[in-house]
Structure formats: structure tokens, C-alpha cells
């Protein structure tokens, strides 16, 4: 038996937390919505079996709360991805831990990341179009194969994940981590693998500018990652609080400018003309050229859409919530890419993401951007300081498991 | 027979004397000894203003009579001072539009057809067809109104000339229908000494590439004070420029001044010496100052803007521009300046609710800065009010509010430069040229009713001889944010002010008070 926490299918506290968390009050009391009203407990339970060949089981050191995490819990994920995942799941997928089983070229007691997507190859299914091209986060066989739907561990049911003292894992999805790399990096780069994916999904012309919309984890991240992969300039940072503008500009920002001033600075720095509708924010004839959208919330997607220019590029990093107008995309001729996960460099040969990812985190710097972590026992609390993290003056919350 | 201007020693029988504050105003007891700087009382105006126009027009000085410079067929602009003048905004009618209506009847007497008439507000908000209206008066508006009456566009390429440069080098370049007439009217208001004289058409119709050469920091540095025309360097390039513009046209000015008649009967009191306030004044005042501190903000910040004052006219002059001036001046100081002995470690101003750029608007931070450390510091003669590293203390609420129509770089001048630095030299050296040149400032001066994108450069600017003179600059009852970003500090009280101040001035500084408005000028000996 093992602790863990499970998420388990609750339609009336899934409504509930939405319903509450969408109110403008309500938003503000995310943290306790997401430790009290959502479907999540802690539980002693079976540790899950690997099952077959090529799996270990992981024990976690250090496990994060990604922002999708919270999502999930305060109702605000969308019901489009509900039937690719199966419940009940132990949720955690930003996850350092050691391997418990012997792996070939792996051996036992091996330190490892976790690249999350179950994709063809851990599911044993025959190789879908885009597993065979390298782009395995595009996988179409994430609900058959030998484990149930999931598109990631944390969402899969036979799986586990990382907020427990134990999970499996598929040879394919680990990756190993240097000794000389902390607990506290290493559970970094993950989500570093995601925003370096992020950053490789659009064409960045030499002196592109730039705007990355959210200065939290993802935010941050993709901005490590455009400072290191891209040749842009200049990148401006929206961020909301003093903490996240003052590390925004210590990784190498060229501005960081508080939401409700974003449209007016980037409108001085691209001379662009700036326009208020009759209802609803401001925004830009002119503009930057790409808007990387790291909230996930409906908000920070509707900003990043009314500071592009014509012809630009909005990247949805963040897990998309919420409803937002889409007329910016139609009128600007805009291009709305999508980033999910990583990949391992797809057909053109590029280095995995992964790869990049793990060089990065040893050389970044990245102190203190993980808070001592919590004991699983005290989720509700981690729960709640991960949502408020950014007034906290916080970044990357986790859970230690095996702490008491 | 008006009683001149004064200073009052405050002693124990001293009433608490009134300090504006913003849409506001309070009684303070200031401390024992401190220097109290009137006006002269409020001079009598002119009994029959049209007989003192149709007089200033026929006996002009340094040119001939009007009517003998008006000729069939002729070119004639006639050129206005705009909404920055008087304040408060004068009750209708405005004299502007009296000596208008007397310039217009003469040209039509003598077979003008060709007349323009365009608002001298330079890189000022346009003025909204009701302004205009209410400036120039219903007859002439709606004779002229929109095709012959218009503002001026400092960013009309097309519509601009420009005349060389001054000996200097300082590029003049002035709208070009007024420099292609036959005869530019000018119809002045001169409230101050800055205003008037040579500034009306070389400020009033100039571009920024004009503008430049004496809206800048050093001029300002070297304007002691610019209400003193001969020692002030931004009047000198003024004095450079008429020379040129007086090469290619013939300017006629005319300049009216005004009484201290600023507050209307409702709010006499503001108008009076506290220690003459009858039983009336006394009831009005607590009335006035209740009830204003019950109103919500926006419909006190409309009602203060809605005051229009009964000022009396002392006097119109007419002539070119370098002999009409000097009598203005004197005119000027005969209802402003006060003589006053020496200076002190401390001044106090208190700041009211307008200013030359909020006229039915918003006196947002910048405005403040520039209406104390500008305006306010700068009326003086001789010697600044208070001494080298002395302290200015300022009575507002220096709210963070900007008017997003009238004032869209002045956000982005608060919000985006006063943040990296508060130094006049720096911010013009580095970021002048970024909003003066800033297309969508440009287009919003010239379609919508914004001041240009330059604009809080120069309020900023206005207060550079201050900046460089005092040692620290204190706020009673300024927020804190506000205040904290443009360099300055707040307090609660006056108490608190003087404490904040003895560490650069002593336990037991030297105290003097402007008591303005009515607008009073301290001639420091």
C-alpha cells in the first residue's frame, strides 16, 4: 500500500468548483476551492504494477503542481479532454525520482525525470503518424494500448503518478539526471522541456519581438528558453507581481510591464496606434510579432490577442480555460499555435526537448525557484500556496513524498 | 484706490489663513513669525471695455492704427490665445471675443474678405467646437466655424513655414497661413508676465522643431524666473524669434489684463484677507467646505470646472509686440507684485485646482509637478521665494488620475519614464525625441483632443530651475505613490512637512507663505 493523492470522478464537486472559481469573488479563493470543494484525497492504496516489459516502478523525490494541476482542481480544465484521461488518477507529472526496477541501460536506483506523455510506445500500440516522426505529444493512441486513457502519467489510472511514494514509468519516458544537478532543478525540467518546445514551435526571424503574457512557472520557463534558443529582441514580459517582473528582468527580459499597463508599453515600444472598443480591454493596430501565452487563463489569452500585429503568431503555452473573443484572430489574420508538452525534435532531426531541457536546467539560474517541498499529508496547504504563489512571491511548489 | 500687495507677519492674533488644496482648500494656522505674501487687492476694471478696444486699436503703439493697416483684397488672420488663458475661464463675454468682434467689424468696414481665425494653441489639446465657441462668442462661430476657425496643427507638414533660423540657430517654423498674411492679429490675455509679447506667435503657432529651441531644460534652467521677461532665457530666444517672424509679417497685438477678481460670488471668500471675512464669508466658507467634501470626486472635479471667474479688465494695449508688452507688463504687476524682504529656508504654496492644460479636464501628477514646481516656484522677481536647498512645501492631493483623452502621454510618461529617472536633462536627452515623435500621439494631437506626445516633457522641464534650486520638495497631503514617483515626499500635516524638512532646513527655519490664488508675485529683495 502507498500514500497518494486521487482525483476521482466527481461531476457535482467538478460543477462546484467551476462554478464557484469563475464568480469574480470566487477566483479569488481558488486556493481554498481547489484544497476543500475539489475531488481529491488523500488515500493508502495498492502501489500499481508495471505492465510489461520495458517498465520501472518510480519512487518520487520531489513531485511539482503544475498549473494544469490547478486547473483541474478548481473546475476550471476543460470537459474537451475528460475522455482522455481515466479515473480515478494520481495526479503529478513534473516529477525527479529513482527507478525501482532493473531497465536496460538504466539500471536500479537511477535518478530520472519523467518525460509524462503516454504516447505509442509505452502503450505497446503500433506507431502512430506522429510517434514516427518524433513528435510524440501529437500521439493519437493515447486512450488504447496496455494502459488505459491518458494522455500523460497523472492522468492515467493504471499508471499512478507523482503525487505518491510510487508510480510506473516506461524506459521510453525517463530520462537520466546528473549527479551534479539537484532534486530542485532536476523537477524543473519538465515544464523547461515544455516551454523549449513552446519556443520551438514558431519561426523566430532574427529581432522579433516578443511578448511573453504570465510570469509564473511557464512564463519564466519560456522565457529561459527564448533568452537561450531564439534570436529574439526585444521580449517583454507582462507579469503581475513585483517578485515575478523583478526575476523577469534578473533572467534577461528586456521589459517587464504589470497587466494593465502591458498594451500602453508595448504600444510605445512598437509605435503602434492603441484602441478602446466600445467594450473590453484595449488593444493594438501594430503590435509585436509573437505572444506566447503562459496563464492559461482566458485573460491572458485575450491580451496576448490584442497585442499581436497583423499577421502574427499567439502560442497557447498555458493550458487553455475559459472563453475569449476570438475576432483579433479573424481581423489580424492572426496564427494561433498551439504548445503541449515536448517532443523529440520531430522529423527535421532537432535535438529532443528533453535533451535541451536537462542542459539547461544545469546551467540556468534557477536557485530558489522551488519552495521546501510539502509532505503529501499537507496537500491542502501546498494546494493553496501554489495558487497563490505569485502573490507569495513564490514559483514552484511540490510535494516531497516521502516526507512525513 | 486698491490697496497694494503685502506681507503679513504671523502673530497671535493671525487668524488660520486659507490654503487651496487641489478641488479643495483649507484653514491652516502657520507658525509664529512666518511671512504671509498678498496680492494687491483686485484693481477696478475698465468701465467700458468696447471703448477701451475701439481706443487700443485706433492709438496702437510703434504702428499705425488698425483700420489704416486693413486693404481690400488683403490677407488677415486673426490669432487667439487659447483655453490655457485666463484661469479660471472668464465669464462670458470673453474679451477675446469683444476685441474679435471689434477687429472683424473693422476689416469689414474696410473690404477684408480674406480673414482666418485660428486658435494659437500650439502643441496644446485641440479646443472642442463649444470651447471655441465660448471664446470667440456665438456670432463669430457661427460665421467662421469650421472652414475660417479652426485650431492650430503643429504637425500640418503642408500647412506649416518655415522662416530660417535666428542668429542662434534656432529653426523657426510657424504656421504658414499666418505667416503668408498681410497682418496677423494677435488677441492676447495675459495673466501672467510669462504670457504675451513676443512668446504669443512664436510659441502659440510653432511646430515642435521650433519649440525645441526654448522648451527645453536648459532654457528653463536659465529662466529666473520665466515670469521675468528680462531675465528669463526662454523669453530672450522668444525676443530672437520676433525679429524673424517680423521680416515676413506685420504682427498687430493686442493684450488684455486682468483684475484678481478669480473666485465668483458663491466662493467670494477665496477673494478676501481671512481677517476680513464677514459673517457671511465665515457661513459660506464652512457651507462651501462641507459640502465639496461630500461630493463625490468627479462631480466636484465638474463643478470646480465649471467655475468661470468675474474678472474685471484693467486694461487693453495695442502695438507690435515689443511696445505693447512692457506697458502688459506693468499692468501685470501692478495687480501682482508684492515686494518682499528676503528669502526663507521654507515656501509654501498652496495649489489649486487648475491649471493652464486642465481646463475641463483632469490636474493629473505631471500637472501638479508643473503647476508647483513651474507656475507657482516662478512667480517671483529678482529672487526665488524661498533660498538655494530650501524647501518647498505644496498643498494638493496629487491624486494618480490622468485624463485618457486630453493626456495619453502623460500615462506613459509617468508610468514609463518617471520610473528610470526624474532628472529633466536625462528624461530630454533620452526619451524627448521617442513621444515627440510618436505617430499615434501625433495622430491623436491632431484628430482627437490630446496634448502632444512632448507635452509632459515640458510641464516636466517647467520645473527644472526649481529641482536644481530646493533641497527637498514636500507634499501635505499628497499620496504617497504619487508623490514617491516623481521624486518627492508626502506628509499628513504642515507639522509633519516641517519635521520632514529639519533635516535640510533646521528646527526653526524662516517661513514664507504665497498666498495665491488670487495670483500674487513676490518682487524678493
Same mark, same amino acid.
Given at each position: 500500500?502507498?500514500?497518494?493523492?486521487?482525483?476521482?470522478?466527481?461531476?457535482?464537486?467538478?460543477?462546484?468548483?467551476?462554478?464557484?472559481?469563475?464568480?469574480?469573488?470566487?477566483?479569488?479563493?481558488?486556493?481554498?476551492?481547489?484544497?476543500?470543494?475539489?475531488?481529491?484525497?488523500?488515500?493508502?492504496?495498492?502501489?500499481?504494477?508495471?505492465?510489461?516489459?520495458?517498465?520501472?516502478?518510480?519512487?518520487?523525490?520531489?513531485?511539482?503542481?503544475?498549473?494544469?494541476?490547478?486547473?483541474?482542481?478548481?473546475?476550471?480544465?476543460?470537459?474537451?479532454?475528460?475522455?482522455?484521461?481515466?479515473?480515478?488518477?494520481?495526479?503529478?507529472?513534473?516529477?525527479?525520482?529513482?527507478?525501482?526496477?532493473?531497465?536496460?541501460?538504466?539500471?536500479?536506483?537511477?535518478?530520472?525525470?519523467?518525460?509524462?506523455? %503516454?504516447?505509442?510506445?509505452?502503450?505497446?500500440?503500433?506507431?502512430?503518424?506522429?510517434?514516427?516522426?518524433?513528435?510524440?505529444?501529437?500521439?493519437?493512441?493515447?486512450?488504447?494500448?496496455?494502459?488505459?486513457?491518458?494522455?500523460?502519467?497523472?492522468?492515467?489510472?493504471?499508471?499512478?503518478?507523482?503525487?505518491?511514494?510510487?508510480?510506473?514509468?516506461?524506459?521510453?519516458?525517463?530520462?537520466?539526471?546528473?549527479?551534479?544537478?539537484?532534486?530542485?532543478?532536476?523537477?524543473?525540467?519538465?515544464?523547461?522541456?515544455?516551454?523549449?518546445?513552446?519556443?520551438?514551435?514558431?519561426?523566430?526571424?532574427?529581432?522579433?519581438?516578443?511578448?511573453?503574457?504570465?510570469?509564473?512557472?511557464?512564463?519564466?520557463?519560456?522565457? %529561459?528558453?527564448?533568452?537561450?534558443?531564439?534570436?529574439?529582441?526585444?521580449?517583454?514580459?507582462?507579469?503581475?507581481?513585483?517578485?515575478?517582473?523583478?526575476?523577469?528582468?534578473?533572467?534577461?527580459?528586456?521589459?517587464?510591464?504589470?497587466?494593465?499597463?502591458?498594451?500602453?508599453?508595448?504600444?510605445?515600444?512598437?509605435?503602434?496606434?492603441?484602441?478602446?472598443?466600445?467594450?473590453?480591454?484595449?488593444?493594438?493596430?501594430?503590435?509585436?510579432?509573437?505572444?506566447?501565452?503562459?496563464?492559461?487563463?482566458?485573460?491572458?489569452?485575450?491580451?496576448?490577442?490584442?497585442?499581436?500585429?497583423?499577421?502574427?503568431?499567439?502560442?497557447?503555452?498555458?493550458?487553455?480555460?475559459?472563453?475569449?473573443?476570438?475576432?483579433?484572430?479573424?481581423?489580424?489574420?492572426?496564427?494561433?499555435?498551439?504548445?503541449?508538452?515536448?517532443?523529440?525534435?520531430?522529423?527535421?532531426?532537432?535535438?529532443?526537448?528533453?535533451?535541451?531541457?536537462?542542459?539547461?536546467?544545469?546551467?540556468?539560474?534557477?536557485?530558489?525557484?522551488?519552495?521546501?517541498?510539502?509532505?503529501?499529508?499537507?496537500?491542502?496547504?501546498?494546494?493553496?500556496?501554489?495558487?497563490?504563489?505569485?502573490?507569495?512571491?513564490?514559483?514552484?511548489?511540490?510535494?516531497?513524498?516521502?516526507?512525513? | 484706490?486698491?490697496?497694494?500687495?503685502?506681507?503679513?507677519?504671523?502673530?497671535?492674533?493671525?487668524?488660520?489663513?486659507?490654503?487651496?488644496?487641489?478641488?479643495?482648500?483649507?484653514?491652516?494656522?502657520?507658525?509664529?513669525?512666518?511671512?504671509?505674501?498678498?496680492?494687491?487687492?483686485?484693481?477696478?476694471?475698465?468701465?467700458?471695455?468696447?471703448?477701451?478696444?475701439?481706443?487700443?486699436?485706433?492709438?496702437?503703439?510703434?504702428?499705425?492704427?488698425?483700420?489704416?493697416?486693413?486693404?481690400?483684397?488683403?490677407?488677415?488672420?486673426?490669432?487667439?490665445?487659447?483655453?490655457?488663458?485666463?484661469?479660471?475661464?472668464?465669464?462670458?463675454?470673453?474679451?477675446?471675443?469683444?476685441?474679435?468682434?471689434?477687429?472683424? /467689424?473693422?476689416?469689414?468696414?474696410?473690404?477684408?474678405?480674406?480673414?482666418?481665425?485660428?486658435?494659437?494653441?500650439?502643441?496644446?489639446?485641440?479646443?472642442?467646437?463649444?470651447?471655441?465657441?465660448?471664446?470667440?462668442?456665438?456670432?463669430?462661430?457661427?460665421?467662421?466655424?469650421?472652414?475660417?476657425?479652426?485650431?492650430?496643427?503643429?504637425?500640418?507638414?503642408?500647412? %506649416?513655414?518655415?522662416?530660417?533660423?535666428?542668429?542662434?540657430?534656432?529653426?523657426?517654423?510657424?504656421?504658414?497661413?499666418?505667416?503668408?498674411?498681410?497682418?496677423?492679429?494677435?488677441?492676447?490675455?495675459?495673466?501672467?508676465?510669462?504670457?504675451?509679447?513676443?512668446?504669443?506667435?512664436?510659441?502659440?503657432?510653432?511646430?515642435?522643431?521650433?519649440?525645441?529651441?526654448?522648451?527645453?531644460?536648459?532654457?528653463?534652467?536659465?529662466?529666473?524666473?520665466?515670469?521675468?521677461?528680462?531675465?528669463?532665457?526662454?523669453?530672450?530666444?522668444?525676443?530672437?524669434?520676433?525679429?524673424?517672424?517680423?521680416?515676413?509679417?506685420?504682427?498687430?497685438?493686442?493684450?488684455?489684463?486682468?483684475?484678481?477678481?478669480?473666485?465668483?460670488?458663491?466662493?467670494?471668500?477665496?477673494?478676501?484677507?481671512?481677517?476680513?471675512?464677514?459673517?457671511?464669508?465665515?457661513?459660506?466658507?464652512?457651507?462651501?467646505?462641507?459640502?465639496?467634501?461630500?461630493?463625490?470626486?468627479?462631480?466636484?472635479?465638474?463643478?470646480?470646472?465649471?467655475?468661470?471667474?468675474?474678472?474685471?479688465?484693467?486694461?487693453?494695449?495695442?502695438?507690435?509686440?515689443?511696445?505693447?508688452?512692457?506697458?502688459?507688463?506693468?499692468?501685470?504687476?501692478?495687480?501682482?507684485?508684492?515686494?518682499?524682504?528676503?528669502?526663507?529656508?521654507?515656501?509654501?504654496?498652496?495649489?489649486?485646482?487648475?491649471?493652464?492644460?486642465?481646463?475641463?479636464?483632469?490636474?493629473?501628477?505631471?500637472?501638479?509637478?508643473?503647476?508647483?514646481?513651474?507656475?507657482?516656484?516662478?512667480?517671483?522677481?529678482?529672487?526665488? %521665494?524661498?533660498?538655494?536647498?530650501?524647501?518647498?512645501?505644496?498643498?494638493?492631493?496629487?491624486?494618480?488620475?490622468?485624463?485618457?483623452?486630453?493626456?495619453?502621454?502623460?500615462?506613459?510618461?509617468?508610468? /514609463?519614464?518617471?520610473?528610470?529617472?526624474?532628472?529633466?536633462?536625462?528624461?530630454?536627452?533620452?526619451?524627448?525625441?521617442?513621444?515627440?515623435?510618436?505617430?499615434?500621439?501625433?495622430?491623436?494631437?491632431?484628430?482627437?483632443?490630446?496634448?502632444?506626445?512632448?507635452?509632459?516633457?515640458?510641464?516636466?522641464?517647467?520645473?527644472?530651475?526649481?529641482?536644481?534650486?530646493?533641497?527637498?520638495?514636500?507634499?501635505?497631503?499628497?499620496?504617497?505613490?504619487?508623490?514617491?514617483?516623481?521624486?518627492?515626499?508626502?506628509?499628513?500635516?504642515?507639522?509633519?512637512?516641517?519635521?520632514?524638512?529639519?533635516?535640510?532646513?533646521?528646527?526653526?527655519?524662516?517661513?514664507?507663505?504665497?498666498?495665491?490664488?488670487?495670483?500674487?508675485?513676490?518682487?524678493?529683495?
Amino acid at each position: 500500500m502507498i500514500l497518494a493523492l486521487e482525483y476521482q470522478r466527481s461531476p457535482a464537486r467538478y460543477l462546484a468548483a467551476r462554478g464557484v472559481t469563475s464568480t469574480a469573488l470566487g477566483s479569488r479563493l481558488t486556493g481554498m476551492v481547489a484544497g476543500n470543494v475539489a475531488p481529491l484525497r488523500l488515500v493508502n492504496h495498492p502501489a500499481p504494477d508495471p505492465p510489461g516489459t520495458g517498465w520501472t516502478r518510480v519512487a518520487p523525490r520531489l513531485s511539482g503542481i503544475c498549473g494544469s494541476d490547478l486547473s483541474l482542481l478548481a473546475g476550471q480544465s476543460s470537459p474537451y479532454l475528460s475522455p482522455v484521461t481515466s479515473m480515478p488518477f494520481v495526479p503529478g507529472h513534473e516529477v525527479v525520482g529513482e527507478t525501482l526496477d532493473e531497465l536496460p541501460g538504466l539500471p536500479r536506483g537511477s535518478r530520472v525525470v519523467l518525460d509524462p506523455v %503516454l504516447a505509442c510506445e509505452p502503450r505497446g500500440a503500433k506507431q502512430c503518424r506522429w510517434c514516427g516522426t518524433g513528435r510524440a505529444s501529437r500521439c493519437d493512441h493515447v486512450t488504447i494500448g496496455r494502459v488505459s486513457a491518458g494522455l500523460q502519467t497523472g492522468f492515467c489510472s493504471d499508471t499512478g503518478g507523482g503525487w505518491s511514494r510510487q508510480f510506473v514509468a516506461h524506459h521510453s519516458q525517463l530520462h537520466g539526471v546528473p549527479d551534479t544537478m539537484s532534486d530542485e532543478r532536476a523537477v524543473l525540467v519538465e515544464p523547461l522541456a515544455c516551454a523549449v518546445h513552446t519556443v520551438r514551435r514558431v519561426d523566430m526571424p532574427s529581432g522579433a519581438s516578443v511578448v511573453v503574457v504570465g510570469a509564473g512557472t511557464v512564463g519564466m520557463l519560456t522565457l %529561459l528558453a527564448l533568452r537561450e534558443l531564439s534570436p529574439a529582441v526585444p521580449i517583454h514580459v507582462v507579469a503581475k507581481h513585483w517578485h515575478q517582473q523583478e526575476r523577469a528582468l534578473a533572467l534577461g527580459a528586456t521589459a517587464v510591464h504589470p497587466p494593465g499597463r502591458a498594451t500602453r508599453a508595448l504600444r510605445r515600444s512598437t509605435l503602434a496606434r492603441m484602441h478602446v472598443p466600445e467594450r473590453g480591454s484595449e488593444f493594438l493596430l501594430g503590435g509585436v510579432d509573437i505572444a506566447f501565452e503562459c496563464t492559461g487563463g482566458a485573460s491572458g489569452l485575450d491580451t496576448a490577442l490584442r497585442l499581436v500585429r497583423a499577421g502574427g503568431t499567439v502560442v497557447m503555452s498555458g493550458m487553455p480555460s475559459g472563453h475569449v473573443d476570438l475576432t483579433p484572430v479573424w481581423y489580424r489574420e492572426l496564427s494561433l499555435v498551439g504548445a503541449y508538452a515536448s517532443d523529440a525534435g520531430g522529423p527535421d532531426g532537432e535535438r529532443p526537448d528533453f535533451a535541451r531541457a536537462i542542459e539547461l536546467a544545469a546551467t540556468a539560474p534557477l536557485e530558489d525557484w522551488v519552495e521546501p517541498a510539502y509532505p503529501l499529508r499537507r496537500w491542502r496547504e501546498a494546494i493553496g500556496h501554489a495558487v497563490d504563489a505569485g502573490r507569495l512571491g513564490s514559483i514552484k511548489i511540490a510535494f516531497d513524498p516521502n516526507r512525513e | 484706490m486698491s490697496r497694494p500687495g503685502f506681507v503679513l507677519e504671523v502673530d497671535e492674533r493671525t487668524p488660520p489663513l486659507l490654503v487651496h488644496q487641489g478641488e479643495g482648500f483649507r484653514l491652516e494656522r502657520l507658525p509664529l513669525g512666518s511671512k504671509v505674501v498678498y496680492p494687491p487687492d483686485s484693481l477696478p476694471g475698465v468701465r467700458n471695455v468696447d471703448a477701451a478696444i475701439e481706443y487700443a486699436l485706433l492709438n496702437p503703439m510703434g504702428i499705425e492704427p488698425l483700420p489704416e493697416l486693413l486693404k481690400p483684397g488683403m490677407r488677415l488672420t486673426i490669432v487667439f490665445d487659447d483655453i490655457s488663458l485666463p484661469l479660471p475661464p472668464m465669464q462670458t463675454p470673453d474679451v477675446r471675443q469683444r476685441v474679435i468682434e471689434h477687429v472683424l /467689424e473693422l476689416a469689414a468696414a474696410k473690404g477684408v474678405d480674406d480673414v482666418e481665425l485660428i486658435a494659437g494653441n500650439s502643441l496644446h489639446r485641440r479646443m472642442t467646437p463649444a470651447e471655441l465657441k465660448r471664446i470667440v462668442g456665438e456670432r463669430v462661430f457661427r460665421s467662421f466655424f469650421p472652414d475660417h476657425l479652426r485650431n492650430h496643427d503643429a504637425e500640418d507638414s503642408a500647412n %506649416l513655414l518655415d522662416l530660417g533660423t535666428t542668429d542662434q540657430g534656432e529653426v523657426v517654423e510657424l504656421n504658414r497661413r499666418a505667416m503668408e498674411s498681410d497682418l496677423v492679429v494677435y488677441v492676447n490675455i495675459t495673466l501672467t508676465a510669462m504670457s504675451g509679447g513676443p512668446k504669443s506667435v512664436s510659441v502659440g503657432l510653432a511646430s515642435y522643431r521650433s519649440l525645441r529651441h526654448h522648451h527645453n531644460v536648459q532654457t528653463l534652467r536659465h529662466s529666473r524666473s520665466f515670469n521675468d521677461p528680462p531675465n528669463s532665457a526662454m523669453h530672450h530666444s522668444y525676443e530672437r524669434m520676433k525679429d524673424l517672424i517680423g521680416g515676413h509679417v506685420t504682427v498687430f497685438q493686442i493684450e488684455a489684463t486682468l483684475n484678481n477678481d478669480t473666485f465668483p460670488a458663491s466662493t467670494g471668500f477665496l477673494n478676501k484677507r481671512e481677517w476680513e471675512w464677514n459673517l457671511a464669508d465665515q457661513g459660506r466658507y464652512l457651507a462651501v467646505k462641507r459640502a465639496n467634501e461630500l461630493l463625490p470626486t468627479k462631480s466636484r472635479r465638474r463643478l470646480w470646472q465649471a467655475t468661470a471667474a468675474p474678472y474685471g479688465v484693467t486694461a487693453v494695449n495695442a502695438g507690435t509686440p515689443s511696445d505693447v508688452h512692457p506697458q502688459t507688463i506693468a499692468n501685470v504687476h501692478r495687480q501682482q507684485l508684492t515686494e518682499v524682504q528676503g528669502q526663507s529656508d521654507v515656501a509654501i504654496f498652496g495649489l489649486p485646482y487648475i491649471c493652464p492644460y486642465n481646463v475641463n479636464s483632469i490636474m493629473n501628477p505631471i500637472l501638479v509637478m508643473s503647476l508647483g514646481l513651474g507656475y507657482f516656484f516662478n512667480l517671483y522677481r529678482n529672487r526665488p %521665494l524661498v533660498r538655494p536647498g530650501g524647501t518647498a512645501i505644496f498643498y494638493h492631493p496629487v491624486p494618480g488620475d490622468f485624463h485618457p483623452v486630453h493626456h495619453p502621454s502623460y500615462i506613459d510618461f509617468f508610468d /514609463e519614464v518617471l520610473t528610470q529617472s526624474t532628472d529633466p536633462a536625462v528624461l530630454e536627452t533620452k526619451y524627448e525625441q521617442q513621444f515627440a515623435t510618436d505617430p499615434w500621439y501625433i495622430q491623436l494631437y491632431r484628430k482627437s483632443y490630446a496634448y502632444h506626445g512632448v507635452h509632459p516633457f515640458y510641464m516636466w522641464y517647467w520645473g527644472a530651475h526649481a529641482l536644481e534650486h530646493l533641497g527637498e520638495v514636500i507634499f501635505v497631503g499628497g499620496n504617497r505613490r504619487t508623490t514617491a514617483r516623481m521624486g518627492f515626499k508626502a506628509a499628513s500635516t504642515l507639522a509633519d512637512a516641517l519635521e520632514i524638512a529639519s533635516h535640510t532646513v533646521g528646527t526653526s527655519p524662516t517661513i514664507s507663505y504665497l498666498h495665491a490664488p488670487p495670483l500674487v508675485m513676490a518682487d524678493v529683495r
